[in-house]
């Protein structure tokens, strides 16, 4: 069942996937206009319980009351900080946390991990380049990235049209079979992500 928890904008939602005697979790977000059944999160879901952490996909609050519009960044940072508080406090109390998600749930993380202490953060579809929007060349997203001072991975379509992020000191990126959507080889999603979680030094 999954458990509703209270934030600023309203409850959010987590539904939380254990495994036998994890000492790790993965908590994941969402993308801008879908849900925590997207094809790549269930993978990387299904891989993080297979490497024995406990995952927990949270869905934001805008999405419990039925909006498919997100939040302003500031407000889904807040109610993303205010999960992860609750999840450390009561289900997911003593572990260390990767954290992570689809799309726009990845920048969230991005942008929060040193408030919510995340070791290593999860990026599926990270979205480096908005939609172009007139004669103004779309501002790169690569600054939310770099700030991360954690081990982070990319999973990326080979074709997504928000670009392909770059390899960093302590940042891996994966190119996988299609777009965006990361539907066309969920299969190699899960394995990058599995073969990913085993090498953190918080999973030894």
């Known amino acids: 069942m999954p458990s509703e928890l209270d934030t600023p904008s309203g409850p959010a939602r987590a539904h939380l996937h254990r495994a036998d005697g994890a000492s790790v979790a993965l908590v994941l977000g969402h993308g801008a206009g ?4 997207a094809p790549d999160l269930v993978a990387a879901r299904d891989a993080a319980v297979g490497a024995g952490f406990s995952v927990a996909l949270v869905e934001q609050p805008y999405r419990v009351a039925g909006r498919r519009s997100p939040a302003p960044a500031k407000r889904l940072d807040e109610a993303w900080v205010a999960v ?3 999840l450390r406090s009561d ?3 003593g572990l260390p946390l990767v954290v992570g998600g689809r799309s726009l749930g990845a920048r969230v993380a991005c942008r929060t991990v040193q408030e919510t202490g995340g070791q290593a953060v999860l990026c599926l579809a990270f979205p ?18 770099e700030a991360v001072e954690v081990p982070v991975l990319v999973v990326q379509g080979e074709s997504d049209r928000f670009g392909m992020p770059p390899e960093g000191p302590d940042r891996k990126v994966v190119k996988v079979a299609g777009d965006h959507g ?13 073969a990913w979680l085993s090498v953190l030094p918080i999973a030894r």
Do not use: F, N
């Open 34 to 37: 879908g849900g925590v059944e």
């Open 84 to 86: 992860i508080e609750q």
């Open 91 to 93: 289900q997911l109390e």
């Open 128 to 145: 480096l380049l908005p939609p172009r929007r007139g004669d103004k060349p779309p501002q790169s997203r690569l600054p939310e990235l």
């Open 182 to 194: 990361l539907k066309a080889d969920t299969g190699a999603v899960g394995e990058a992500v599995a």
